[in-house]
């Protein structure tokens, strides 16, 4: 079983940035792939971002170029660095883990989920 805490999320204007943390316990980081899913109020939850333990990344195509997504394994944390954000980047983050070297870009395909931290942006 894997254990996940998000933390990081709050409230920006427009054009601001949010780096978003999510830490892991109870089982080796490194072996999973691992990624952030979104949802806000009233609709289904958007993959938003995977890092796999080769540490290749895949983005959904409305956060390219301004979302990072980045893993430090040693301290069991995954991250999501958030520039340029947008009103409509409005959501609650879940951070996500599924054992494996490789990732999918699909929001059904992880095993442990965390919380979830919000994000709210305004204009």
């Known amino acids: 079983q894997v254990q996940l805490v998000e933390s990081g999320g709050g409230s920006v204007q427009a054009g601001g940035s949010l780096r978003l943390s999510c830490t892991a316990s109870?089982?080796?980081?490194?072996?999973?792939?691992m990624g952030w899913i979104r949802q806000a109020p009233g609709k289904e939850r958007e993959w938003v971002a995977s890092?796999?333990?080769?540490?290749?990344?895949g983005y959904t195509d409305s956060v390219k170029g301004r979302f990072t997504i980045f893993r430090d394994d040693a301290q069991r944390t995954l991250y999501l660095e958030m520039n340029s954000l947008k009103v409509e980047d409005t959501s609650m983050y879940l951070c996500?883990?599924?054992?494996?070297?490789?990732?999918?870009?699909?929001?059904?395909?992880?095993?442990?989920w965390g919380q979830g931290t919000q994000v709210t942006v305004s204009s």
């Open positions: 996500a883990a599924r054992p494996g070297a490789i990732c999918a870009a699909n929001r059904y395909f992880y095993s442990f």
């Open positions: 890092i796999n333990v080769f540490k290749g990344t």
């Open positions: 109870g089982a080796t980081l490194s072996t999973h792939c």
